[in-house]
């Protein structure tokens, strides 16, 4: 494993970059970084600081892994970014189908604008590819339940050989069990077809981080069980040194699990 994220076994590049400026994104900082780094490769990568920026020479870098990879797909970026041209996505997406032997991880927070990417493959290019393949998993980012009544039916609408949530971070309780606004328990989760996969959930870090209640945890962990859904607990989160806090553990049912799907 070569990279720090334990959901994952290798992170991967196509890709830079996001417009969407989140408050608390780890990237955007460690991008804007990287622009003065002494290294002239790394300083190069980054010479956009966090402006979306396409990687021609890295498409290739999983065809050279040879062992089985969980792969996350765009570590530093978001690769539905409006400002990622399609027919950049899909080589990306092609250069996946070359190497068959990993799980590519692709993770968004514009599962709207991937959608009208499969619009436009379908419909507009030359080749395509089947994204209902088993290696590719695709999933979005949500911090709170606006974010998850409106961008996860758009992921269940894709085609994918998985597809997850990562809830991280955590910002206030997420129900599964239904999306329409204020009607939350309305449809169990488990019956609903296409299905999710699995569910990651982690708290924020930094110096403005909000604290992760326990309870919203054990309410999400529950309702993954019940559903029969794997679930990864990333961890707590915490603000900088001086201010961190310890979490009310004795709020969570049971014990905290790390499930990844087969």
């Not at 998850?148 to 309780?173: N, T, V, Y």
Request: proline content about 7%; hydrophobic content about 40%; some cysteine.
């Amino acid at each position: 494993m070569s990279t720090k994220i334990d959901w994952c076994d290798e992170v991967w590049n196509p890709t830079t970059g996001c417009t969407k400026g989140c408050s608390y994104c780890y990237a955007k900082a460690f991008a804007e970084r990287m622009k003065s780094n002494p290294n002239a490769k790394i300083a190069h990568k980054y010479r956009n600081g966090f402006k979306p920026t396409t990687h021609p020479e890295a498409l290739s870098i999983p065809l050279k892994w040879k062992k089985p990879r969980r792969v996350f797909v765009n570590s530093m970026g978001d690769l539905f970014d409006p400002e990622i041209r399609f027919e950049f996505i899909l080589a990306v997406l092609t250069h996946c189908c070359a190497a068959p032997q990993h799980k590519y991880l692709i993770l968004t927070k514009n599962p709207h604008r991937m959608l009208a990417f499969v619009h436009w493959m379908n419909g507009f290019a030359s080749h395509t590819v089947e994204l209902s393949r088993e290696w590719f998993w695709f999933g979005v980012t949500v911090t709170n339940q606006a974010e998850a009544d409106d961008l996860i039916p758009a992921l269940l609408r894709m085609p994918a050989g998985k597809r997850f949530i990562s809830i991280e971070p955590m910002r206030g309780p997420v129900s599964i069990w239904g999306y329409h606004q204020n009607q939350c328990q309305a449809v169990p989760f488990k019956i609903l077809q296409p299905r999710i996969d699995w569910v990651i959930c982690g708290g924020m870090t930094g110096r403005k981080a909000v604290k992760l209640d326990g309870l919203w945890v054990a309410q999400l962990q529950d309702q993954c069980k019940t559903a029969g859904i794997p679930f990864f607990f990333k961890g707590w989160g915490e603000t900088d040194k001086a201010l961190r806090y310890q979490p009310d553990r004795s709020r969570l049912n049971g014990q905290l699990v790390q499930e990844l799907p087969a």
